[in-house]
Protein backbone atom coordinates (compact mmCIF):
# COMPACT_ATOMS: atom_id res chain seq x y z
CA UNK A 1 0.00 0.00 0.00
CA UNK A 2 3.05 2.37 0.35
CA UNK A 3 2.73 4.70 -3.21
CA UNK A 4 4.12 8.08 -3.84
CA UNK A 5 2.09 10.69 -5.03
CA UNK A 6 3.44 13.76 -6.98
CA UNK A 7 2.66 17.02 -7.72
CA UNK A 8 3.79 20.37 -8.74
CA UNK A 9 5.01 19.69 -12.58
CA UNK A 10 3.78 21.58 -15.75
CA UNK A 11 4.71 23.90 -18.49
CA UNK A 12 7.10 26.98 -17.29
CA UNK A 13 9.21 29.13 -19.94
CA UNK A 14 12.92 29.37 -19.38
CA UNK A 15 14.61 31.35 -16.49
CA UNK A 16 11.40 30.72 -14.55
CA UNK A 17 11.01 28.44 -11.83
CA UNK A 18 8.71 25.22 -10.65
CA UNK A 19 8.88 23.44 -7.20
CA UNK A 20 6.77 20.11 -7.34
CA UNK A 21 6.64 17.82 -4.23
CA UNK A 22 6.29 13.85 -3.72
CA UNK A 23 4.26 12.79 -0.75
CA UNK A 24 4.58 9.17 0.96
CA UNK A 25 1.85 7.04 2.19
CA UNK A 26 1.06 3.79 3.56
CA UNK A 27 1.74 1.51 6.37
CA UNK A 28 5.38 3.24 6.01
CA UNK A 29 8.22 2.58 9.52
CA UNK A 30 10.78 5.04 8.35
CA UNK A 31 12.23 6.52 5.02
CA UNK A 32 15.64 6.28 4.97
CA UNK A 33 16.00 8.84 1.67
CA UNK A 34 13.42 10.82 -1.05
CA UNK A 35 14.48 12.17 -4.32
CA UNK A 36 13.73 12.89 -7.21
CA UNK A 37 15.19 11.12 -11.12
CA UNK A 38 14.36 12.06 -14.62
CA UNK A 39 14.06 10.59 -17.93
CA UNK A 40 14.20 11.47 -21.14
CA UNK A 41 12.94 9.76 -23.98
CA UNK A 42 15.90 7.84 -25.55
CA UNK A 43 17.62 7.88 -22.47
CA UNK A 44 18.04 6.49 -19.11
CA UNK A 45 16.65 7.85 -16.21
CA UNK A 46 19.34 9.74 -14.49
CA UNK A 47 19.70 11.19 -10.46
CA UNK A 48 18.76 14.64 -9.96
CA UNK A 49 18.82 15.07 -6.46
CA UNK A 50 18.67 13.07 -2.89
CA UNK A 51 18.38 13.52 0.79
CA UNK A 52 19.34 11.00 3.03
CA UNK A 53 18.15 10.46 6.54
CA UNK A 54 21.06 12.13 7.89
CA UNK A 55 20.40 15.38 5.79
CA UNK A 56 23.20 14.53 3.46
CA UNK A 57 22.47 15.49 -0.06
CA UNK A 58 23.39 14.53 -3.44
CA UNK A 59 23.05 16.84 -6.80
CA UNK A 60 23.13 15.86 -10.05
CA UNK A 61 26.20 18.69 -11.83
CA UNK A 62 24.08 19.72 -14.46
CA UNK A 63 21.57 21.32 -11.40
CA UNK A 64 23.96 22.23 -9.15
CA UNK A 65 23.47 25.55 -8.05
CA UNK A 66 20.34 26.04 -9.53
CA UNK A 67 17.92 23.20 -7.76
CA UNK A 68 17.21 22.84 -4.13
CA UNK A 69 15.89 19.59 -2.90
CA UNK A 70 14.15 19.30 0.72
CA UNK A 71 12.68 17.15 3.00
CA UNK A 72 9.65 17.51 5.94
CA UNK A 73 9.58 13.94 8.10
CA UNK A 74 6.58 15.03 9.65
CA UNK A 75 4.59 15.11 6.02
CA UNK A 76 6.73 12.10 4.36
CA UNK A 77 7.22 14.74 1.70
CA UNK A 78 10.44 15.73 -0.13
CA UNK A 79 10.08 18.77 -2.75
CA UNK A 80 12.63 20.01 -5.35
CA UNK A 81 12.87 23.78 -6.17
CA UNK A 82 13.84 24.00 -9.38
CA UNK A 83 15.40 27.71 -10.51
CA UNK A 84 16.91 29.07 -13.75
CA UNK A 85 15.46 26.59 -15.61
CA UNK A 86 16.41 25.69 -19.26
CA UNK A 87 15.09 23.24 -22.18
CA UNK A 88 17.63 20.36 -21.13
CA UNK A 89 15.68 19.99 -18.23
CA UNK A 90 12.76 19.05 -20.02
CA UNK A 91 11.63 15.86 -18.69
CA UNK A 92 9.57 13.09 -16.89
CA UNK A 93 10.71 13.46 -13.10
CA UNK A 94 10.20 10.88 -11.08
CA UNK A 95 9.90 10.83 -6.74
CA UNK A 96 11.86 7.91 -5.29
CA UNK A 97 12.14 6.70 -1.68
CA UNK A 98 13.75 3.96 -0.28
CA UNK A 99 11.49 2.79 2.95
CA UNK A 100 10.90 0.33 5.23
CA UNK A 101 7.51 -0.51 5.94
CA UNK A 102 5.46 -3.90 7.04
CA UNK A 103 5.61 -6.01 4.19
CA UNK A 104 8.86 -4.13 2.90
CA UNK A 105 12.48 -3.59 4.28
CA UNK A 106 15.12 -0.96 2.70
CA UNK A 107 12.70 -0.84 -0.66
CA UNK A 108 12.76 1.26 -3.51
CA UNK A 109 9.74 2.80 -4.57
CA UNK A 110 8.94 5.28 -7.15
CA UNK A 111 6.26 8.10 -8.68
CA UNK A 112 4.21 7.58 -11.78
CA UNK A 113 6.33 10.78 -12.91
CA UNK A 114 5.40 14.14 -13.68
CA UNK A 115 6.04 16.20 -16.82
CA UNK A 116 8.26 19.33 -16.59
CA UNK A 117 8.47 21.51 -19.72
CA UNK A 118 10.81 23.97 -20.14
CA UNK A 119 10.40 26.66 -23.15
CA UNK A 120 12.11 29.50 -24.99
Known amino acids: QVQLVESGGGLVQAGGSLRPSCAASGSISSINAMGWYRQVTGKQRELVAIVNNDGSTNYADSVKGRFTISRDNAKRTVYLQMNSLTREDTAVYYC??????????????WGKGTLVTVSS
Open 96 to 109: YANIDARYYFDTDF
